[in-house]
């Protein structure tokens, strides 16, 4: 890439000047999707039962003769949209013309092309050094041009003329020669080299972790064994002795009801299973290196992807650790941006404090001490929304003479409860000169480090209930997320809100 | 208030309050859509059998009466209110402010505005009246009740203090 002392040349010439189709590969791969998008739909299940049916029974001609007649119709949509699919790149933007019987003409000025992706499915490598080129905007579309079955090299060179048509326009905006060397990358220093690779271990580690049930796996084998004897032992204990001695907790129902609870947990238990094995698949050969103005990570077994996320367009940091993930000091962090993020899955404390280093220098966790938000903020839930289940459960003990009811709405309302008091307790602010440091989960903890000259707008709350405790609540919007501090003191509310705006003001570079 | 969110260089904010009919043309909306929602309950219940006998009678006259206090109620709140919105304009942002016991004030630092426009429905055209509306990525809001020379004046405003933040 472009660096303070490469030139740039200014003889380049676009190698998509005229019209081009994708490769041919790219067929193969829309009859791929064609099948994908059938089977998806109940019409090609019914369809695949009933040729499966009819393999294991004989040989339907009447069935062979759909298959086949669906495989041509398959293929003839798959070469009508290649043939139909033509691109043309140029300092202008990049214009694509596809559709067969929609058509469709798209412009994407160069500018609005925020990251440029390329991905290869496995069965490209068979054929040659073909990918997948994605250009990534900022509209809500998000995605907006594909171009199919790219050689490598051409993919390499159009990355490149995209980069440095907006490095000349760049130079243009600013009154500059269009070749002058500007420093608008941040070129790398060797102390900001990253490179990050994880093991299989590793990607089978984040699949469990991340999968929530790994809890109700967990919970459900140890209590399942005694779960007979449980069940009426804590009913007797809190008074319930009529729903003991009531007909629906005995005999048959209850037997089914433990066998359903059984299944679920072997079927949760497949889920996990299967989590781990599609990380190992997304996320094989992962890797993650700095370039000269940004990172690119690399990964997956059947379908490799490139994700580059350029430093500048990098709109925060995300730390997130789930109890497994603490069990095994791992932690998940994502470098998010517009479009495509890039997330290293089951990062180790070294290689977290690296990424630090490499993507946010003058961040500083260490000295770091979160402020918690008010505790009223749980007195304000708990009253509003665990209120109206504790007042059903009395009506349902007393007044309607349910007591199954009366605990079920009961249980709800402490479960609300215990999740109110978990996000209080996990809800946590920072700041220094640079960043705003941002925490919040439940179990889950996920902290945001965010640049404050980032900030796009912001919002002040103050309320009769907040007066009276000196509080207030502040809402802070970035370009793709916001995030909400809800009772906290005043003033410290104030001077985040000024030393954001401030941070707007004084930023000398883009916020993107 | 006033002192509220000032920056290091102490410029308070100086709000504005929004046109004085505004009060009255918002009153116009929700009375229009009070009475499209009876109508429309009024021509649903024709086609609900139930609706004919005594309890369906009960309910229906349960819930028209409910409507009605909801809606005296909110046009209560929402005329009180009004007279309380106002924004600010200031040369680094812009501001509004709004609500009568949650107060809120919605700022966009100029630097950040992407996208600005003038809206006018039916019924503000009428009493003159126009909205700007004021987008950054991922954030926005809407000032309503102004006059419609002011509103473009603040939109006019608006554009010279992003073309001069963008160095244009």
Redesign the interface.
């Known amino acids: 890439m472009v660096s303070n002392n490469t030139a740039i040349p200014t003889q380049f010439t676009p190698i998509f000047q005229d019209w081009k189709r994708c490769g041919l590969i790219s067929i193969l791969e829309n009859v791929i999707f064609g099948w994908i998008g059938i089977f998806k739909s109940y019409i090609g299940l019914g369809g695949l039962s009933v040729f499966v049916f009819g393999f294991t029974k004989s040989i339907s001609m009447t069935i062979l003769i759909i298959s086949a007649i669906a495989m041509l119709i398959i293929f003839a949509s798959a070469f009508a949209a290649f043939w139909f699919y033509k691109f043309k790149i140029g300092v202008d933007g990049v214009e694509i013309k596809s559709g067969v019987l929609k058509r469709q003409h798209m412009n994407i000025p160069l500018d609005r092309v925020q990251q440029v992706t390329c991905n290869k499915p496995f069965y490209y490598k068979w054929f040659g050094d073909y990918v997948n080129v994605v250009l990534d905007t900022a509209g809500e579309a998000g995605t907006e041009g594909v171009i199919q079955a790219m050689s490598g090299a051409d993919a390499e060179t159009l990355k490149n003329f995209i980069d440095i048509e907006k490095w000349k326009k760049h130079n243009r905006d600013i009154g500059l020669a269009v070749d002058t060397i500007t420093p608008m990358i941040d070129v790398k220093t060797e102390h900001d080299v990253l490179d990050i690779n994880q093991n299989i271990i590793t990607l089978m580690l984040h699949g469990l972790c991340r999968n929530k049930v790994i809890w109700f796996f967990v919970a459900g084998f140890g209590v399942y064994k005694n779960i007979e004897s449980m069940i009426p032992a804590v009913l007797q204990k809190i008074g319930l002795n009529e729903v003991v001695t009531n007909a629906y907790l005995s005999g048959s129902v209850l037997q089914m009801t433990l066998f359903i609870a059984a299944m679920c947990v072997l079927y949760l238990g497949l889920i996990l299973i299967f989590s781990a094995v599609s990380s190992v698949v997304k996320h094989f050969n992962y890797s993650l290196v700095s370039s000269a103005d940004g990172y690119v990570c690399q990964q997956g077994l059947f379908t490799k992807v490139e994700t580059r996320v350029k430093s500048k367009r990098l709109q925060w940091l995300l730390i997130s650790k789930n109890l497994p993930e603490r069990w095994f000091k791992k932690q998940s962090v994502k470098l998010c941006q517009y479009g495509e993020s890039i997330l290293v899955p089951s990062a180790s404390v070294d290689q977290t404090n690296a990424l630090l280093n490499s993507v946010m220098p003058h961040a500083n966790l260490s000295s770091l001490e979160f402020k918690r938000v008010h505790f009223s903020y749980v007195v304000k839930k708990i009253v509003t929304h665990c209120a109206p289940f504790l007042v059903l459960s009395l009506i349902f003990e007393h007044v309607l003479d349910r007591s199954g009811w009366a605990l079920g709405a009961l249980i709800v309302a402490g479960l609300l409860g215990a999740g109110y008091v978990l996000r209080w307790y996990r809800y946590g602010y920072a700041q220094d000169v640079s960043f705003f440091y941002i925490r919040e989960g439940r179990i889950d903890e996920k902290l945001y480090l965010i640049e404050k000259f980032k900030l796009q707008g912001t919002c002040y709350i103050t309320s009769p209930f907040m007066d009276l405790f000196g509080l207030c609540s502040v809402k802070l919007s970035f370009s793709i997320k916001e995030f909400t501090l809800p009772y906290i003191n005043k003033v410290e509310g104030v001077s985040m809100l000024n030393d954001g705006n401030a941070a707007v003001r004084n930023a000398k570079k883009n916020w993107m | 208030m006033g002192s509220?969110?000032?920056?290091?260089s102490s410029l308070p904010i100086d709000f504005e309050l929004l046109a004085k009919n505004y009060r009255v043309a918002n009153q116009v909306k929700i009375a229009i859509l009070f009475i499209i929602t009876l109508l429309g309950l009024n021509v649903a219940t024709q086609f609900i059998s139930q609706a004919e006998t005594a309890t369906g009678h009960f309910l229906v006259h349960l819930l028209a009466s409910y409507g009605v206090v909801l809606w005296i109620v909110y046009a209560l709140y929402s005329w009180v209110a009004d007279a309380n919105k106002c924004y600010s304009l200031r040369e680094?942002?812009v501001s509004y402010k709004s609500?009568l016991?949650?107060?809120?004030?919605?700022?966009?630092?100029i630097?950040?505005i992407q996208h600005i426009e003038v809206t006018q429905g039916a019924v503000d055209r009428l009493f003159k009246l126009s909205k700007v509306v004021i987008l950054?990525?991922?954030?926005?809001?809407v000032i309503p009740g102004l006059q419609s020379e002011i509103a473009e004046r603040v939109r006019q405003s608006l554009l010279e203090k992003v073309k001069g933040e963008n160095?244009e």
């Not at chain 2, 509220?4 to 290091?8: G, I």
């Not at chain 2, 016991?101 to 630092?109: G, H, M, N």
């Not at chain 2, 950054?136 to 809001?141: D, L």
């Open positions: 509220l969110l000032t920056t290091d680094w942002d609500g016991l949650a107060k809120k004030i919605v700022s966009t630092p630097k950040r950054s990525a991922g954030h926005g809001f160095g």
